[in-house]
């Protein structure tokens, strides 16, 4: 894992002395909240329904043991003993105090963390493939490759104050755990023809209010050239940029609009410029923080046979185990999802639990997932069912990945200031509903996602079933999407029709999934069938 | 009926203007008529309050509460979390949420 230098250390040290001075000036009166709030903000403090919201940043979703412990600890010390992992690989805290914030942003600088740059206009925490440095389909681990961004976008003068916030995401492997074709840039790498290694870039897709998915700008961008051409990309975007209109302020409206070949132009046109500015780190330097991401050291003649016998643990084992690179070992997720648990929250003891976990079987290391759970990334298959029970005795054995139940869902209504409806209860009643272990997995993958509104946090454009709270006439509704998918299969799910209320959108749900069951042919998943047979047959079932 | 909510600036609590003070509980909520914007600016001036508004609200039996979801649940807490509701005892705090 990476390590903070020197001056990664006093950048964050000094940042959480100059809030704790912030925070008392506002405390004692001597700046308004108009003064303040952008201060907060840029330090991940929100303003939410019920309290302060403090929001900390997981670069590409790794975490140390020792880290998770601390989230723990603050989750205990300053918050109501839990905390709410986010589909940006991030975790947010629901009930922070004003005066309390400078002590737990000093407490998450001793373990290397802050929560700079999780909030504003700005480059906001990279995310990555949960599964990187462990899968065994990527080319080489992408952390490397987000860390140079993390380095290259902190605090950077000139991209402080984009028209909108902007989120990079990086994969090395051909199946796409990160939605990288949703993000305002996805890098993916790979190797040209010649062997070489480099990127394709996606950019201008995003979510929200206007989803797109991102057009190819460049389809082979070289390595040492990352930064250089990173920074034309945004570049661009900043002088072109819709500052006028909030709505239209995102690179995905940029790129629409003038095209995606004449951006690519325009970014050419910057790079030529850019690149004899010598912005491209010395490979000494992307030599020096990929050391940081050199592989544990794996135990080698380890067997690939696991004892299946307890059949709860087999089930657990073909769903929540994933291939990795090094023989005799698998990658875990860990289900955030309980059957009518809320999708994301974990408790204080639960993350200390897995903070323990991550120490003592996966070489001290976790990720969070975009889909809201945790990832031992480097679990000896022997350790497995060893695992599995301390998990499953915590309430963190669900056997659920990728099925219906394993629902992404934002904080809705009962948390989010900017919400129309609630999103947790439809989560926890259409886990209910389909609470039969056998009945989920007959369904085989089925990604069901649930935003509270239209700024689609809970990215429902990118479910196979999306679900989308609206407010009609101050009542919670929920209009139903079908046919979306945040993978390399990347596409927009469309609206099925008039909207539900929140027992009604359950039933709708299941006659969605039963018209699936009826129409699917050989190993076909739920999008598949969509795909091939249309809206029409659901339609039929659903408003008959 | 109108009546007044914010934060407390350095706690985050959800709070209410009873005409004297601000407090925790929705019910102890006056109707501020008119005058919600006048006093909000004078209690947010002082720093006892971040972030006030006004909204409508309807007299019932136990006292005013909000007519719109959003500040019914501001009232009482997170409608998943009921151990974490303002009044945790009261059994039908959900309900009266929706
Ligand atoms: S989608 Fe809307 S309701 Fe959900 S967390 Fe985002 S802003 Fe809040």
Redesign the pocket.
Known sequence: MYKYDEYDQTIVDSRVAEFRDQVARRIAGEITEDQFKPLRLMNGLYLQLHAYMLRVAVPYGTLSGKQMRTLGHIARKYDRGYGHFTTRQNIQYNWIKLEEAPDILAELAAVEMHAIQTSGNCIRNISSDQYAGAAADEIEDPRPWAELLRQWSSFHPEFSYLPRKFKIAVIASDEDRAAIQLHDIGLQIRHNDAGELGFRVYVGGGMGRTPMIAPVIRDFLPAADFVSYMEACLRVYNRYGRRDNIYKARIKILVHEIGAAEYARQVEEEWAHVKTLGLDPPPGEFERIAAHFAPPAFETGLSDEIDRSDPDFALWLDSNTHAHKQPGYAIAVISLKPIGGIPGDASAEQIELMADLAERYSFDELRVTHAQNIVLPHVKKADLYALWKALDDAGLGTANLDLISDIIA????DY?S???AR?IPIAQKIAKRFENMDRQRDLGELKLKI????????HHHAGHIGIL?VDRKGEENYQLLFGGSGAEDASLAKIAGPGFNEDGIVDAVEKAVETYRTLREDGERFVDTYRRVGMQPFKEAIYG | MKILTGNDLETGDVVWWTGEFWSRHVEESIDVADGGDAIAAREEGARRVNAPYVIDAEQTDVGPRPLHIKDRIRAIGPTVRPDLAVRPVDAAAGNWVI
């Open positions: 934002c904080p809705g209504l989010c900017l919400a129309n999103s935003s509270g509104c239209i700024n689609a946090c809970g709270g």
